[in-house]
């Protein structure tokens, strides 16, 4: 593997390895890396799914938290959360690549393996960019999806009475951050929640297979935390609706690792941001939470229900108690 060191490479050279690391698109691709443009060519009847996603160093992460590696397929892979979201499959991704003239061969190199790996994996070719020097690590990540004519899961259209199922488990990576951010991350029990913040998985298939169950009423991905992400559903929606706490689903080993720590699992769940998780809506009498699962492929959990009026109510043991902060907001002080 030829070394990535800038100085030598320069923007040219740079890109010249990237293009030979990210290798011919392909599929649907007339073109990518190497021209003023990627060219893609929709297939008849389909609906083209684009997301973007920035990550600045000292903003979204520390050098002193993460790796490279992790980092790279990080930033593709809440792009992938975004587009399972609206039922879209992966196409292809751009990739604007902000870089400080000290950015050492041995980073650019992991960071490349992490987005190249991914995107192999989810037949997500890299097939453009941009590579300009910065003042700090500055990523951004245009990913492009595709979903059948007017099948896109929107966050707009659940209705009172719907159920909220949700995949996977809620919390670990807001966990995995505080202990890193604590210095703590180290420890063998940590090892789950730290790779849930740095490497996240999001179950972007399962959005996919959602939506072809033609089941959804809305869907979001949980990035900024569940009171936050289930509350653009309830606004985009025009309605409201009550959760049951006891019904969350916690990571294993989340209430022991959270006395350790001193912090509330319940909390985290709530309003610990980058679970990746999909959160959907469906009506009354669709299958059961079990279904769901077998279905997508993956751990769903049936956690409140829609109801007419406005706002999120939290129930313990059928009593009702407060929520707490909403979750994550840039430029928002608190
Ligand atoms: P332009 O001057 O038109 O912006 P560039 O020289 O920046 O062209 O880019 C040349 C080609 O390399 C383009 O196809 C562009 O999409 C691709 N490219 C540049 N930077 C990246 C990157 N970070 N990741 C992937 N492709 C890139
Ligand atoms: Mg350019």
């Known amino acids: 593997m030829a070394k990535l060191e800038l100085g030598t490479l320069g923007e040219f050279g740079l890109i010249e390895a990237l293009r030979r690391r990210a290798r011919r698109a392909g ?7 190497g021209d003023d443009a990627a060219v893609l060519r929709p297939r008849p009847g389909h609906e083209i799914a684009l997301t973007s996603d920035a990550l600045i160093e000292d903003v979204h992460f520390r050098w002193a938290t993460t790796d490279a590696r992790s980092l790279g ?3 593709l ?3 992938l959360s975004d587009l399972g979201a609206m039922g879209a499959r992966p196409l292809g991704c751009l990739l604007s690549l902000g ?3 000290d950015a050492t061969g041995e980073r650019i190199d992991g960071f490349l393996r992490g987005l190249l790996g991914t995107a192999r994996a989810a037949r ?4 453009g960019g941009d590579t300009v020097r910065a003042r700090a690590w500055m990523l951004s990540l245009t990913a492009v999806g595709e979903l059948p004519r007017g099948q896109a899961l929107w966050r707009r259209g659940a209705r009172p009475g719907d159920r909220i ?3 996977g488990a809620l919390g670990g990576a807001a966990l995995g951050l505080a202990l890193l951010e604590r210095g703590e991350g180290g420890a063998p029990s940590a090892g789950p929640f730290v790779r849930r913040q740095l490497r996240p998985a999001p179950p972007w298939q399962a959005g996919e297979r959602l939506r072809r169950s033609g089941l959804a009423t809305a869907a979001i991905d949980l990035s900024d935390g569940l009171v936050q992400d289930l509350g653009h559903v309830l606004r985009a929606s025009r309605v409201g609706a009550d959760l049951e706490l006891e019904r969350l689903p916690l990571p294993r080993g989340m209430g022991a690792a959270c006395q350790r720590a001193g912090l509330d699992p319940e909390r985290l769940a709530l309003a610990g941001g980058e679970d990746y998780e999909l959160l959907f809506c469906v009506r009354p009498r669709a299958p059961a939470a079990q279904l769901f699962s077998r279905r997508l492929r993956c751990p769903v959990s049936e956690i409140g229900r829609i109801r007419r009026g406005r706002g999120l109510a939290l129930f313990r043991a059928g009593t009702r108690v407060l929520a707490p902060t909403r979750g994550f907001e840039h430029f ?3």
């Open 165 to 167: 199922l949700v995949t």
């Open 332 to 334: 928002k002080s608190l």
């Open 27 to 33: 599929g649907p691709w007339v073109e990518g890396i």
């Open 124 to 127: 997500c070719p890299l097939v």
């Open 73 to 75: 397929a990080k930033t």
């Open 77 to 79: 892979a809440v792009s």
């Open 99 to 101: 870089l400080p003239a």
